[in-house]
């Protein structure tokens, strides 16, 4: 069966908010991603083979590198049984899901492919190594999250590509404060809105987001690192309100030219960690570190 709903219908669509007191919902990066999924790619929820059934029906269309279904009827409660099918179903393929439990929708990126799963890999390494380098940090100061689910229980959930927090925040139920996502050359304008996500829902434990947008005709790479920040123009508040904003970007081309406004990529050390340390250094990549780095990947995809 295909598509029967419209997430237009809800959009603007008024809940209750208490007795008597009717307010209208705001739009989220979930509606907007739903509005860019195509409408044939939208489904109605029958169950977790069926769902699995349809990943498996668009993968062998074999038509993209990367793949946005939405389905209607699905929530945060559904999801163990149907992790259950696609665990079964051994398919060959990295999915990642986002629930909004007040639209009863999940949005299902499907990667068939081995090279997102790499660059994403390889990028966590670099910054891990940079990390475990620094005075009085070692590997085990940082944690690595790798297609983590982070649940905001009975509202929201959204799985990341790989993610790093600081050790201190423990084991479980944690955020991490990172996050790299990785997509293809259709998928910028996602990856832009999962930013916004992980800022908007991390109740402020994520501080630092990392797109890598892959290219395959040619091979090339482009990065965008953002972070909450007060707007572009000036301001009269003290205290500006800040909001997700791309505060830097690289494109590298199949020869490892690198075009950007700055010199290096920066990650700092406070938005990494939670506490001060007087020895704290920047985890930085130079361009020319960029630059190997990029090719070192595209040797390996070809």
């Not at 905001?152 to 996050?179: C, F, H, M, Y």
């Amino acid at each position: 069966m295909s598509l029967l709903y419209d997430p237009r219908d809800t959009l603007w669509s008024h809940i209750t908010a208490g007795p008597q007191q009717n307010t209208k919902r705001m739009i989220t990066e979930f509606d907007m991603q739903v509005t860019m999924i195509p409408q044939e790619n939208r489904f109605e929820y029958q169950s977790p083979a069926d769902l699995i059934g349809r990943i498996r029906t668009t993968i062998d269309s074999g038509s993209a590198e990367e793949y946005f279904l939405y389905f209607h009827g699905v929530t945060h409660d559904n999801l163990p049984e149907i992790d259950g099918e696609f665990f079964a179903s051994q398919l060959n393929c990295t999915l990642r899901f986002t629930t909004e439990n007040c639209l009863r929708g999940l949005i299902c990126r499907i990667l068939p492919g081995w090279k997102h799963k790499m660059l994403t890999l390889n990028l966590g390494l670099e910054i891990k190594d940079r990390i475990r380098d620094m005075p009085g940090h070692s590997g085990y100061s940082i944690r690595t999250f790798y297609g983590t689910r982070f649940d905001l229980t009975d509202i929201r959930s959204k799985e990341g590509d790989q993610a790093l927090g600081p050790a201190t925040r423990g084991a479980k139920n944690v955020w991490p404060s990172v996050v790299i996502q990785v997509g293809y050359s259709e998928a910028l304008d996602f990856l832009r809105l999962d930013a916004e996500w992980w800022f908007h829902h991390s109740n402020g434990a994520i501080r630092f987001v990392v797109l890598i947008q892959l290219m395959t005709g040619p091979l090339a790479i482009r990065i965008e690192c953002w972070a909450m920040a007060p707007p572009g123009h000036l301001t009269a508040e003290r205290t500006p309100i800040q909001f997700p904003r791309c505060l830097q970007e690289f494109e590298i081309n199949a020869d490892g030219w690198v075009k950007s406004a700055s010199h290096e990529l920066c990650i700092p050390y406070s938005a990494i960690f939670d506490e001060p340390n007087k020895n704290s250094r920047d985890v930085v990549f130079t361009n020319e570190e960029l630059s190997s780095f990029a090719l070192r990947m595209f040797r390996q995809m070809k």
